[in-house]
T-cell receptor, first 112, second 115 residues
Framework: QQQVKQSPQSLIVQKGGISIINCAYE??????FPWYQQFPGKGPALLIA?????SEKKEGRFTISFNKSAKQFSLHIMDSQPGDSATYFC???????????FGTGTKLQVIP | DAGVTQSPTHLIKTRGQQVTLRCSPI?????VSWYQQVLGQGPQFIFQ???????GRGNFPDRFSARQFPNYSSELNVNALLLGDSALYLC??????????????FGPGTRLTVT
């Protein structure tokens, strides 16, 4: 059972544009929603995370929007740069149990 | 400060063999989790250890086992290797367990190839 669904599978954005990745979850017990960035041959790196009591969190060019009633959350990358080209994973976990359930990943390519 | 370290970086094994992967968490972190990432997919949770005790197990067969040592480093063992065990094995560490903080930091992984 896939508990975190992620779309799109791949995304091509021009430099300076906005990249948007969407995720939906099923388990209402999830209370922590991180996003990870992974470059080829490397482990995932924590990018930004949100708790369900907040509807939006911004860190630099990265923003998470969270809709608890719809059980959806999304990552927006503003002013996308070629260096942002990587695979992005949304994820979710429950407090007190740090098993992280990952989405299927979105391969982002930012073209000059 | 050093991040999560894993060894070896790459490993090639034959079907039926056994393998041991090693992980050292970030200094001060007491929780270690193991994940399997098959090419083109998201990481799948295998185990979590906290204070040397198993605190969570994913949907993996008994061929997979792990342990955590007093210095909080950890080993993942896989017996009777199958071709399908070929993957990137990731270790993640975090500082706590219940109540957060929840942030997990991943190592670079061990690339296991089973032939």
């Amino acid at each position: 059972q896939q508990q975190v669904k992620q779309s799109p599978q791949s995304l091509i954005v021009q430099k300076g544009g906005i990249s948007i990745i969407n995720c939906a979850y099923e388990n209402t017990a999830f209370d922590y929603f991180p996003w990870y960035q992974q470059f080829p041959g490397k482990g995932p790196a924590l990018l930004i995370a949100i708790r369900p009591d907040v509807s939006e969190k911004k860190e630099g060019r990265f923003t998470i929007s969270f809709n608890k009633s719809a059980k959806q959350f999304s990552l927006h990358i503003m002013d996308s740069q070629p260096g942002d080209s990587a695979t992005y994973f949304c994820a979710a976990s429950k407090g007190g149990y740090q098993k992280v359930t990952f989405g299927t990943g979105t391969k982002l390519q930012v073209i000059p | 400060d050093a991040g999560v370290t894993q060894s070896p970086t790459h490993l090639i094994k034959t079907r039926g063999q056994q393998v041991t992967l090693r992980c050292s968490p970030i200094s001060g972190h007491k929780s270690v989790s193991w994940y399997q990432q098959v090419l083109g997919q998201g990481p799948q949770f295998i185990f979590q250890y906290y204070e040397k005790e198993e605190r969570g197990r994913g949907n993996f067969p008994d061929r997979f086992s792990a342990r955590q040592f007093p210095n909080y480093s950890s080993e993942l063992n896989v017996n009777a290797l199958l071709l399908g065990d070929s993957a990137l094995y990731l270790c993640a560490s975090s500082s706590g367990l219940a109540g957060g903080p929840y942030e997990q930091y991943f190592g670079p992984g061990t690339r296991l190839t089973v032939t």
